[in-house]
């Protein structure tokens, strides 16, 4: 089975500090995503990766960096903490042309205060 | 651009019962469509997907839906609710030539006794 681990399941932060979401998947997928998820607003992607030192901006990167120097490992970033940015943050990986089958970590509720 | 709508943001059932969870989409192309499944404290699994071919796909745990054009749907069907059903379901939607899934906002299905 894919596994798709996540650092933490739950941080909380102070607004201004500098935080790193860490992702990693054991299948030697290409494709990796960011996605934050909130109540009624479903989930929005942030990042995207095709390849090592490869990113893509997804619909919401305000606020937000990526980076993928080893091909399991995608960290996201935040430069510096807001309190608009709690949420449910989800990593995802997928196999080289099926984007679509993505298999999801089980997440990091981040809350900055 | 593609998107996806999900009517009604919870849906409550009782065990035995039929479930049907409701997904349209909007696409200028010939679309892919999912539901992915997310249960308590835990990431997205993909349950079913559409691509081409049989229009009536069949996912795990009895699920089921049919792509119908005519309509722009793709709606979630169950014929008898199980406890372990209750979750969060989400529809999502993509084309051939994207590099992303968009998802909806979610359904969460209570399941009562």
């Known amino acids: 089975d894919v596994k798709v681990t996540q650092s933490s399941r739950y941080l909380v932060k102070r607004t201004g500090e500098k935080v790193f979401l860490e992702c990693v998947q054991d299948?030697?997928?290409?494709?990796m995503f960011w996605y934050r998820q909130d109540p009624g607003l479903g989930l929005r992607l942030i990042y995207f990766s095709y390849d090592v030192k490869m990113k893509e901006k997804g619909d919401i990167p305000e606020g937000y960096s990526v980076s993928r120097e080893k091909k399991e490992r995608f960290s996201l970033i935040l430069e510096s903490a807001s309190t608009n940015q709690t949420s449910m943050y989800l990593c995802?990986?997928?196999?080289?042309?099926?984007?679509?089958?993505?298999?999801f970590g089980p997440g990091t509720r981040l809350t900055v205060t | 651009a593609q998107s996806v709508t999900q009517l009604g943001s919870h849906v409550s059932v009782s065990e035995g019962a039929l479930v049907l969870l409701r997904c349209n989409y909007s696409s200028s192309v010939p679309p892919y469509l999912f539901w992915y499944v997310q249960y308590p404290n835990q990431g997205l699994q993909l349950l079913l997907k559409?691509?081409?071919?049989?229009?009536l796909v069949k996912g795990i745990n009895g699920f089921e839906a049919e792509f119908k054009k005519s309509e722009t749907s793709f709606h979630l069907t169950k014929p008898s609710a199980h406890m372990s059903d209750a979750a969060e379901y989400f529809c999502?939607?993509?084309?051939?030539?994207?590099?992303?899934?968009?998802f909806g906002t979610g359904t969460r299905l209570l399941v009562s006794p």
């Open positions: 559409y691509t081409t071919g049989a229009t």
């Open positions: 999502a939607v993509t084309v051939w030539s994207f590099q992303k899934l968009v």
């Open positions: 995802a990986s997928s196999p080289p042309g099926q984007i679509y089958e993505q298999y």
């Open positions: 299948m030697d997928h290409e494709n």
